[in-house]
């Protein structure tokens, strides 16, 4: 049985339906062909030259990303620039290219919800929630907030997110010596969800791309950052979501090969190694 791109999209949209994403947001297919032949299936955090090369020596249909390559409208289509370059060669190679953004941030097996597993936090809610999809079995919201096991200081909260995701370039504010346990977070840039970690009487907000003003604002609220950075705390999202298109592979008794990229890599780094 042959899959075609409309099937990728009903598999992810099944696993973190499209109607979740933001009214702001450009989820879903942004490039290609709805009908076309789909036999391998890459699975990337963003669209690059180097994803995009990745895809097409793997032999590769479809590059199902987190972020959309196309967000804002262009006047010009100009194969110098970008994100004009990258259009190109995806249809030159055949590739089509498939966002899931804020509707997978939204899902109950989405990048919040990941990120809050993965940090063992119990009794979670979202920091942010629709009332239009409330009570869906589907639907997590935006953010999360739940507690640690047990109480411990920032600094072993830090040291613990660090063993983590040992290439991050981790950015904390706050007493290192403080105990914490009631944490928000929302993977990405989620600093606009400060004021509601605020308001929950969070003890830490796990986030990224936060800016300086940002950060004396948690300090003067008497809210602890960390700032895991924008990669690293979404690129978590790549392996499961990669593992749900198998499932959905299987179910649907087709030849379809899902990988993940692997040369995709965090674009900040320290000099101090």
């Known amino acids: ?10 598999w992810l949209d099944a696993h973190a339906p499209f109607r979740y994403a933001a009214d702001w947001d450009n989820s879903g297919l942004q490039v290609g062909d709805p009908g076309a032949e789909v036999a391998r299936i ?11 090369t990745e895809a097409a020596t793997s032999g590769c249909q479809c590059l199902v990303t987190h972020h959309p390559l196309i967000f804002q409208a262009f006047k010009a289509l100009r194969f110098d620039q970008s994100p004009a370059v990258l259009i190109v060669n995806a249809i030159r190679n055949g590739i089509h290219l ?26 979670c809610s979202p920091l942010e929630s629709d ?4 009570g869906e079995e589907r639907y997590a919201g935006l953010g999360a907030v739940g507690e640690l096991p047990q109480v411990m200081t920032l600094e072993h909260f830090g040291a613990q997110l660090q063993r983590l995701f040992p290439g991050a370039c981790l950015r904390l504010v706050g007493d290192n010596r403080r105990p914490v346990r009631q944490i928000a977070l929302c993977t990405g840039s989620g600093a606009g969800l400060m004021e509601m970690a605020i308001a929950r009487g969070c003890d ?3 986030s990224g791309d936060f800016k300086y003003h940002e950060a004396r604002r948690a300090e003067e609220a008497g809210l602890a950052l960390v700032d895991l950075g924008h990669f690293t705390s979404e690129r978590l999202i790549v392996e499961p979501l990669a593992e749900a298109l ?5 179910s649907a008794a087709v030849e379809v090969e899902v990988l993940t990229a692997r040369e995709e890599a965090e674009p900040f780094y320290s000099p101090m190694g």
């Not at 955090?45 to 180097?50: A, K, R, W």
């Not at 498939?98 to 009794?123: F, K, P, S, W, Y």
């Open 131 to 134: 009332p239009r999809w409330q």
């Open 204 to 206: 830490v907000f796990v």
């Open 246 to 250: 198998r499932v959905a592979v299987a």
């Open 42 to 52: 890459m699975v990337a955090l963003d669209v690059t030259p180097g994803t995009l």
């Open 98 to 123: 498939i966002a899931v953004h804020t509707n997978l941030d939204m899902a109950c097996d989405g990048t919040n919800q990941q990120l809050a597993r993965m940090l063992r936090l119990e009794g």
């Open 1 to 10: 049985m042959i899959a075609r791109v409309t099937d990728v999209m009903a």
